[in-house]
């Protein structure tokens, strides 16, 4: 069984920058391909960042170039560096493994002044 651990969220002022971890623990095996996803308040989750065991990365328009998604493959987790957030990025931010289909808790994120 594999667990996922997220942590980094808080409130954060506008074009300010947060970076979000999630740290994957239990019985792994090879390199994992791992997505953030989040949910705004009110609305359906939805695609961040993935990245894939072979180290490509994908992103949602709405967060290229703003947002980097990076692993330490010798600890198994995964970070969301997030620069230059606005209001629309407050959400709960969710980690996914897509080899093993296990979401973390969530870590809330978010941006006011």
């Known amino acids: 069984q594999v667990q996922l651990v997220e942590s980094g969220g808080c409130l954060v002022q506008p074009g300010g920058s947060l970076r979000l971890s999630c740290e994957a623990s239990g019985s792994i095996t090879g390199i994992l391909s791992m997505a953030w996803y989040r949910q705004p308040p009110g609305k359906q989750r939805e695609s961040v960042a993935l990245i894939r065991s072979g180290g490509q990365t994908d992103y949602a328009d709405s967060v290229k170039g703003r947002f980097t998604v990076s692993r330490d493959g010798a600890k198994n987790t995964v970070y969301l560096r997030m620069n230059s957030l606005t209001p629309e990025d407050t959400a709960t931010y969710y980690c996914?493994?897509?080899?093993?289909?296990?979401w973390g808790q969530g870590t809330q994120v978010t941006v006011s002044s």
């Open positions: 996914y493994v897509l080899q093993y289909n296990v």
